[in-house]
C-alpha cells in the first residue's frame, strides 16, 4: 500500500466541461506524478511535481494542468474536457527504497468524456 | 529519444507452462529498470527491479527478470504459470539520476487452463 487515494474513482463528464482529479498521499513524498493510461500506449506522463508549488510537464501535457499547494494533494485539471482525454489517470508517487527511487501508484481514476 | 518497447502485445500461456515476456530499452547509459503488473481495474503493482549488480533479479509471485546489457533487454519469466497471473504486464525504465518513468506499451498475458 502507497498511502495514495485518488478521487473521483470514476467519473463520465460532458465535452467542454472542466474536470479536477485529486490525488491525496499520506507518506509526505516529494515527488507526485499523473500519468494517463491509453491501450497500446502504456502509462504516459502528464505532469509531474517535486515540491508545493514546484510543477513541471510531462510527455502529455497539452490540455491540461495541475496544482500543488500542500505536500499531500497533487491536483489534476482538465480545463474544458475532450474526448480524446477518456482514459485513466493514474497518480504515483516516488518513495526511495535502499539504492534508487520506486514509484509507486494509486488505484487509478476512470474518466469518460461524452 | 529515450525508449522501452515490449514487443508482444498479446501472450497466451498453459497453466502450469513456463512463461517470458519480453522488454527492450533504448537509453543513452544502462537505465534502472522495472516491471508491473495489473490486473483488471486495478492499478500498477511493482513485481521487481534492477538497479545494479547481479543480473538475474526475484520479485514477488515468483517472478524474476534477467538484465542483459548486449541486448538491453529485461525480460520477465516465470517457471510455472498460474491462472491468477493473467494480466497485463509493463516493462518500465528511467534514468539513473530521474524521477521519471518511461513506460512500453504492455503485454496482455492469458492464461489458459
Known amino acids: 500500500d502507497a498511502g495514495i487515494t485518488q478521487s473521483p474513482r470514476h467519473k463520465v463528464t460532458e465535452t467542454g466541461t472542466p474536470v479536477t482529479l485529486r490525488c491525496h498521499q499520506t507518506?509526505?513524498?516529494?515527488?507526485m506524478y499523473w500519468y494517463r493510461q491509453d491501450p497500446g500506449h502504456g502509462l504516459r506522463l502528464i505532469h509531474y511535481s517535486y515540491g508545493v508549488k514546484d510543477t513541471d510537464k510531462g510527455e502529455v501535457s497539452d490540455g491540461y494542468s495541475v496544482s500543488r499547494s500542500k505536500t499531500e494533494d497533487f491536483l489534476l485539471t482538465l480545463e474544458s474536457a475532450t474526448s480524446s482525454q477518456t482514459s485513466v489517470y493514474f497518480c504515483?508517487?516516488?518513495?526511495?527504497?535502499?539504492?534508487?527511487?520506486?514509484?509507486?501508484f494509486g488505484e487509478g481514476s476512470w474518466l469518460t468524456v461524452v | 529519444a529515450q525508449s522501452v518497447t515490449q514487443p508482444d502485445i498479446h501472450i497466451t500461456v498453459s497453466e502450469g507452462a513456463s512463461l517470458e515476456l519480453r522488454c527492450n530499452y533504448s537509453y543513452g547509459a544502462t537505465p534502472y529498470l522495472f516491471w508491473y503488473v495489473q490486473s483488471p481495474g486495478q492499478g500498477l503493482q511493482l513485481l521487481l527491479k534492477y538497479f545494479s549488480g547481479d543480473t538475474l533479479v526475484q520479485g514477488i509471485k515468483g517472478f524474476e527478470a534477467e538484465f542483459k546489457r548486449s541486448q538491453s533487454s529485461f525480460n520477465l519469466r516465470k517457471p510455472s504459470v498460474h491462472w491468477s497471473d493473467a494480466a497485463e504486464y509493463f516493462c518500465a525504465a528511467r534514468q539513473e539520476a530521474g524521477n521519471m518513468l518511461t513506460f512500453g506499451g504492455g503485454t496482455r498475458l492469458m492464461v489458459k487452463p
Open positions: 504515483a508517487i516516488s518513495r526511495t527504497l535502499g539504492a534508487g527511487n520506486t514509484i509507486y
Open positions: 507518506e509526505n513524498h516529494r515527488y
